[in-house]
């Protein structure tokens, strides 16, 4: 919703320079135009042109319409035209679900005063895609800030597309301690660290009534979904916690939510006014805790806009996953073009900043099943299959080459992919290219991007597109010739010790290039990753000397003789061989007994018996020292007997004492002592009579 109270500001601009500079280890790197001979503009004649834009944007290219938080796209209509549902009947979703009972959503935001409903709705998807297993707040303000779009931040609306650019050219998304919203610092993407790499967004079939089983699929499966509401009558729309825009109303979405779950059985008759049967989604608004139910509301099946757009940003990796990123789309998918074929070949030309590999290609789709071959080489003419699949979802997508393509730095390559859609739909070829009041920073240069409705024949698209228009591939790539990083334990720990209190374990990574992670674990089938980036000794990140404490529990929980595992990873992906040490903890103390008394004469020899046991885990053995004091213990000490390891598994044993003739005839006590190899001392004292005669 929007807009709200807030200064002007100017946008950001994105440029295809690489926005991290080679020290970061991050390289987004800016993708040379390339001049290729066997790719001159081809001499056929090609059938009429169709632009998505125009023909979904009742024959005219004009600025996408604002309307409070929303910037509309003719995207979003093409999509909710073609993008149908798929889902095997086997699909029987429950009568209710709720991501907020299984630990699947972060906590409510609040956006005010601005109108930046869609960068929070974005990452009311993002963050909840992560969860259980990771918990993230990611910075918005370094989104609506750096979107790159022709809006002012704040109050100029946006939409998921300018939210897949963002992502999907790696400028995002940053932690929100990094850029904090409405803070009035703009610390630009290149001089943070991100901390996921995005590549995969999935575009939903839209609801059609209460039919909406893609979108309770993918709330099951990967968590919250994005979509679009009209907000600014919902004073008369709404009733308590009930929300229902009738399908007859004449106003389009303004504001940006995520569906969070739903319930079938939801009674139509709490809401103002019926809709045509039962069920809601329950939804997440970002308006603060305070507004509805815990800042979640219910909205009918048959709301006009609620479901309709529905986006899911699920394919959020490890920055590490790929070294470098090729790409001369930034601004992403502006529009659409195509052919009348439902089969075209699309490619991209890179120079490689770096040797190495080139092992992944991503593209946008608009239809649902449709099919793909992924393609590499030096060239689009000669590039060949390196995998084939279908892509169930239209939306944005990462496919892995089956067999990488080696490159070689200041050497040329092409990527591409064959699409088919899978219904006879054309509108194949995803387009940046400037629009007024939207993506005018788009650009492009010769030799860039070309595309072919038959494989063989290719069209630079600035000749027959545009002359600033390029095709939405990228290529992901690792660099070449570099060794894992090492770790070694450097506290002198030793594997071979017991501890009765916390093991502190110091350790010192190091790399041929930026360090990224130390994966630790007492279990290998489930990693801990303790990030590197606080602990670097040095400027360009190959050398790291984190800290990891094993507490030791009073209620003797983690007692044990436990194996850590453990290897550090690089920015790049690289990961270390798995190492071990073993880390003994052990809290309890022994017990000693002295259950008999002893007598002896001046100059002979006393045999005192003991016991001592120490609970497992243990090493079985205590030091053990007797000590006797005269006038039956009230007296001085006049003997200690240290008699060193010994067993403690609880059976009797002898110590022998030769009395002195010097003692004087009485009684005297023996007293028992034992520390484990922990050093746990005995948990009471132990003692007996000894009478000398």
């Known amino acids: 919703m929007g807009p709200r109270e807030g200064g002007a500001r100017q946008r950001a601009r994105v440029t295809k320079g690489g926005r991290l500079p080679l020290a970061l280890a991050l390289a987004v790197v800016a993708a040379v135009a390339v001049t290729l001979a066997t790719v001159a503009p081809a001499a056929a004649a090609l059938p009429p042109k169709q632009d998505a834009a125009l023909d979904y944007g009742g024959g005219k290219r004009a600025a996408p319409a604002v309307l409070g938080g929303i910037r509309h796209s003719p995207l979003d209509t093409l999509v909710r035209s073609t993008v149908k549902p798929h889902l095997p009947v086997v699909f029987a979703p429950p009568p209710s679900y709720d991501l907020r009972t299984q630990g699947r959503l972060s906590p409510i935001r609040d956006q005010d005063p601005y109108g930046t409903c869609w960068a929070f709705a974005t990452y009311g998807s993002l963050e909840s895609c992560l969860l259980p297993g990771e918990a993230w707040d990611f910075s918005e303000n370094n989104l609506v800030w750096f979107s790159g779009f022709d809006s002012e931040p704040y109050d100029g609306g946006g939409n998921y597309w300018m939210s897949t650019a963002y992502l999907a050219r790696w400028d995002g998304p940053v932690a929100e301690v990094d850029d904090p919203y409405g803070s009035g610092t703009h610390p630009a993407p290149a001089t943070l660290s991100k901390a996921k790499h995005v590549q995969e967004v999935l575009i939903l079939p839209s609801k059609q009534g209460a039919s909406c089983d893609a979108i309770k699929q993918a709330l099951m499966t990967h968590g919250a979904v994005a979509t679009t509401m009209y907000s600014l009558g919902m004073r008369d729309y709404m009733s308590g916690d009930a929300y229902y825009y009738p399908a007859a109303g004449g106003q389009s979405p303004d504001h940006a939510v995520a569906i969070v779950g739903w319930d079938d059985a939801y009674p139509a008759g709490n809401f103002r006014t019926r809709p045509p049967g039962d069920g809601a989604f329950i939804v997440r608004n970002s308006w603060g805790s305070g507004w509805g139910d815990g800042g979640y509301f219910y909205a009918s099946y048959y709301d006009k806009h609620i479901g309709v757009s529905a986006w899911c940003f699920s394919g959020a990796e490890p920055p590490a996953n790929y070294d470098h990123i090729y790409q001369h789309d930034p601004l992403g998918c502006v529009t659409s073009w195509g052919y009348g074929t439902p089969t075209v070949w699309l490619a991209n030309a890179f120079t490689a900043t770096a040797s190495g590999s080139i092992d992944a290609v991503s593209v946008y789709t608009f239809y649902t099943g449709t099919t793909y071959q992924v393609l590499a080489g030096t060239t689009p003419q000669t590039m060949t299959v390196r995998g084939s699949g279908t892509l169930p979802h239209a939306g944005y997508h990462t496919i892995s080459l089956s067999t990488p393509l080696p490159v070689a730095r200041g050497r040329s ?281």
């Open 413 to 693: 390559f092409a990527v591409g992919v064959k699409l088919t859609s899978g219904s006879g739909e054309t509108y194949l070829i995803p387009i940046e290219m400037p629009d007024a009041g939207y993506s005018m920073d788009a650009e492009a240069s010769p030799g860039q991007s070309f595309f072919s409705l038959d494989g063989s024949t290719w069209y630079d698209a600035t000749d027959e597109i545009h002359s600033e228009a390029n095709i939405c591939l990228k290529a992901f790539g690792r660099i070449a010739g570099l060794e894992p990083p090492s770790t070694a334990i450097s506290s002198g720990h030793d594997p071979r010790r017991w501890h009765n209190r916390d093991v502190v374990l110091k350790f010192t990574i190091t790399g041929q290039s930026r360090l990224d992670a130390l994966l630790y674990t007492f279990n290998p089938s489930k990693w801990q990753e303790l990030d590197l980036a606080g602990h670097m000794v040095n400027d360009e990140g190959t050398r790291a000397t984190p800290t990891a404490t094993v507490q030791a529990k009073k209620d003797h929980s983690v007692d044990g003789d436990w194996t850590l595992y453990y290897k550090a990873r690089d920015k790049a992906g690289r990961i270390e061989a798995q190492q071990s040490t073993s880390i003994k903890i052990d809290t309890r103390r022994p017990t000693v007994k002295a259950p008999k008394a002893t007598n002896a004469r001046r100059g002979a020899t006393a045999t005192l018996r003991y016991a001592v046991a120490d609970t497992k885990p243990c090493a079985g053995k205590a030091t053990v020292t007797i000590k006797v004091r005269a006038g039956n213990g009230t007296g001085k000490l006049v003997k200690t007997l240290k008699l060193g390891t010994r067993p403690a598994k609880g059976a009797l044993q002898n110590a022998k004492l030769k009395v002195p003739k010097k003692w004087k005839r009485g009684t005297y006590r023996f007293y028992v002592y034992a520390t484990d190899l922990a050093g746990n001392a005995q948990a009471k004292v132990a003692a007996n009579k000894l009478v000398v005669r």
